[in-house]
């Protein structure tokens, strides 16, 4: 399977814990995003790299959300401090930059977490 | 301020049928536009885009029509198909931020046979 995929599938952490979702993109796409989605919504902008450089930030994610792209490979989203608000699904997603301004994007299916 | 705004929450139709889809955006300096189709349990997937530079791209059975002076795009869907039926999402990208997509709040199609 060449798309993007996202480990674990399904987290249940207690208020308070950490947790770290990854995501591994489509081999040789430059880019990488980051996205949350709750019930009735659209997914909502997190973050996004170019190779292993992060470009933009939502205000969205707050001091307790960081992401990392090393060697602009795989990708990690850590929470720390969990609250019960964090609860969403978190979409990765790829595209192939490079030269191309504007690229479709590739999604993995999701990582949904649950905060009690 | 929702940027992208997709005011139909759900659309039924009978297959065989025609499917409009609805979108409209407030962002000025949006210029291209995506839509994708969620089934349940797996992510968006791409369907087609527009330049605002056009105001129609067709691929297969899938329309997009922009209307860039009302800020409004629509996806044509002829004819529907059960397979179709599906969450729809509406994206808007900026020429000085093309990584990052706006999304709608998506709009669920239900196919009847």
């Known amino acids: 399977d060449t798309g993007v995929s996202q480990n674990p599938r399904h987290k249940i952490t207690k208020r308070g814990q950490n947790v770290t979702f990854r995501c591994d993109p489509i081999s040789e796409h430059n880019r990488l995003y980051w996205y949350r989605q709750t019930l009735g919504q659209g997914p909502e902008f997190l973050t996004y790299f170019q190779n292993e450089a992060q470009l933009e930030k939502s205000r969205l994610l707050s001091d307790r959300f960081s992401a990392e792209r090393p060697k602009g490979s795989f990708s990690t989203l850590e929470i720390q401090r969990t609250e019960q608000g964090d609860s969403a699904m978190y979409l990765c997603?790829?595209?192939?930059?490079?030269?191309?301004?504007?690229?479709?994007?590739?999604f993995g299916p999701g990582t949904r977490l649950t905060v009690l | 301020d929702q940027q992208v705004k997709q005011n139909s929450p759900s659309l039924s139709v009978q297959e065989g049928r025609i499917s409009i889809l609805n979108c409209d955006y407030t962002?000025?300096?949006?210029?291209?536009f995506l839509w994708y189709k969620k089934y349940p349990a797996e992510g968006p997937t791409f369907l087609i885009s527009i330049s605002s530079i056009k105001d129609k791209n067709e691929d297969g059975r899938f329309t997009v029509f922009l209307n860039k002076s009302a800020k409004h795009l629509s996806l044509h869907i002829v004819p529907s198909q059960p397979g179709d039926s599906a969450v729809y999402f509406c994206?808007?990208?900026?020429?000085?931020?093309?990584?990052?997509?706006?999304f709608g709040d998506g709009t669920t199609l239900t196919v009847k046979p």
């Open positions: 962002n000025s300096m949006f210029d291209y």
């Open positions: 994206a808007a990208s900026e020429y000085t931020n093309a990584g990052k997509s706006t």
């Open positions: 997603a790829s595209s192939p930059g490079g030269g191309v301004l504007y690229n479709e994007q590739f």
